[in-house]
C-alpha cells in the first residue's frame, strides 16, 4: 500500500475531475437509440479534451476508452453498435490518467420508462456505497468498508458480486489493497490516512453468481439478473473520507 503525499493527492484530485467531467457528459448524452461506442466516443473526446487520456484503452488489449455495461452485464461491457433502449440501465465505467495521476468512477444511468426495480436497484448501490463510506477512515481496515457495502445489500435483497472488488488507486489504475464489496468486520488491510482507494459496490437485483464471455471481458450475472455499480475515487483521512469523483 501506497499512502499518498499532499501532492500526489492533488494530482489524483485533477485526475478525478475529468473522470467527473466524463461521467456527466456520459449521462447528458445516453438516450434511446444512441450505440454503446457513441458514448465511448463522448467519453474518450471529454477526457482528451482535458489534456488525459483514457486508461481503460489498451490496457491487457482492452480496446476502449471506457466499459459500458447494460441490464445484466456487470462490468466490462466493450462498446459495441449496440443500441440503448428504453428501460434500460447502462453502467459507465471510466478510468482517466492525467500527468502520472488516475482517477476512476462508475455510474449506472436509467434510460426512459426504466421500472420502479431496477431504480431501486440503482438506487441501492450508491447506498451500498455510502454505507462503506461510514467506515472508511483511518483505524479501521478495509474488512469494515467491505463488510458494511454487503450488510446494507443483502438486508435490502440484493446479490453483492464477490468475482470482482475495488482497489487501491494511484499512478496505477490498480494497486494494493483490494476492496471486496463482501467481508468481516476487523480484518483485511488497515486504512491509513493518505491512501487512496476505489470503492465499487456491483450488486444484482438475483444471485451474486457471474460469468465471463468468451470475449475475455465482459462480464455477466449467471442467473441474467440486473445489475448496478457505483464507484468513486476516496482518499482516507482521519476523519470523513475524501470522495475525489463526486
Wanted: hydrophobic fraction near 40%; charge should be negative; charged fraction near 20%.
Amino acid at each position: 500500500m501506497i499512502v499518498k503525499t499532499e501532492r500526489d493527492r492533488e494530482g489524483m484530485r485533477a485526475a478525478s475531475r475529468v473522470v467527473k467531467a466524463a461521467l456527466d457528459a456520459a449521462e447528458k448524452f445516453i438516450k434511446v437509440g444512441v450505440t454503446t461506442l457513441e458514448i465511448d466516443a463522448v467519453v474518450e473526446e471529454v477526457i482528451r479534451s482535458y489534456g488525459a487520456t483514457p486508461s481503460s484503452k489498451g490496457f491487457q488489449g482492452y480496446p476502449n476508452a471506457s466499459c459500458i455495461s447494460v441490464n445484466d452485464v456487470v462490468v466490462h461491457g466493450i462498446p459495441s453498435l449496440r443500441t440503448v433502449k428504453d428501460g434500460d440501465i447502462v453502467s459507465v465505467d471510466i478510468t482517466a490518467l492525467l500527468n502520472g495521476y488516475q482517477g476512476d468512477a462508475a455510474r449506472t444511468f436509467p434510460v426512459g420508462n426504466v421500472s420502479p426495480k431496477n431504480l431501486a436497484l440503482i438506487a441501492a448501490a450508491k447506498s451500498a456505497f455510502e454505507a462503506g463510506m461510514e467506515y472508511a477512515k483511518a483505524g479501521n481496515k478495509v474488512g469494515d468498508v467491505s463488510s458494511a457495502v454487503q450488510l446494507y445489500s443483502e438486508l435490502n435483497g440484493y446479490g453483492v458480486v464477490r468475482a470482482l472488488t475495488g482497489h487501491g488507486i494511484g499512478h496505477k489504475m490498480h494497486e494494493p489493497p483490494e476492496v471486496p464489496n463482501f467481508g468481516k468486520r476487523n480484518t483485511g488491510a488497515p486504512l491509513k490516512s493518505g491512501l487512496c482507494i476505489c470503492v465499487e459496490p456491483m450488486i444484482t437485483s438475483g444471485d451474486w453468481r457471474v460469468y465471463i464471455e468468451r470475449d475475455g471481458w465482459t462480464v455477466r450475472t449467471a442467473d441474467g439478473s440486473n445489475a448496478a455499480h457505483y464507484e468513486n475515487t476516496v482518499i482516507i483521512t482521519d476523519g470523513a473520507p475524501e470522495i475525489l469523483t463526486l
